[in-house]
């Protein structure tokens, strides 16, 4: 009895429909634009050290660094760290940097553009016969937060756009 009235509830609030996720491809100089950023996604590399900042690789690990240009369309600083999702990779994030000096970034304010690697501390074994990354950029839209008081943020919807990404080893 309980089970139906759980049902019965979720249904009347459209608990039981299904989400149909609507994915965008795009290819690596492209611009894609999520609602908050427009990104354009050059390329991907894995190296032993990230020159110019704090990173060098722990024994067995490297790192994939993925190449992009993000415009932030918006009119709130945008944070960076979950940008990109890195499908079927084994790894963890490691975190954003500026690619013309190293140093780390976490927000990106309006109006602004930069040129950023994304970073994440990969298995050498895996990372080492990596063809191409899928990435995934999640659509978002700004809206009214409902559990705090008068804010606004930037909310991943069901949508995104989708890449492949050929992966070149360091030289």
Known sequence: M???LVLVATAAFGGLQTVDKQVTPFASGEEFSDGEFTITIERARVVDELKGTY???KPGKVYL?????LHNDGTVPGRLRDQLDL???PGEFFGVF???DGSAIQTLGPGLT???VFAWLVPESSARSLQSVTIRVWKKKYTQ???TYGGKEWIDTDNYGQIVVPVKESA
């Open 2 to 4: 309980a089970l139906l």
């Open 55 to 57: 990173g060098t690789a």
């Open 65 to 69: 660094g993925v190449v992009t240009t």
């Open 87 to 89: 499908r079927d990779v």
């Open 98 to 100: 500026r690619f013309r």
């Open 114 to 116: 930069e040129q950023l």
């Open 145 to 147: 937060l409902m559990v």
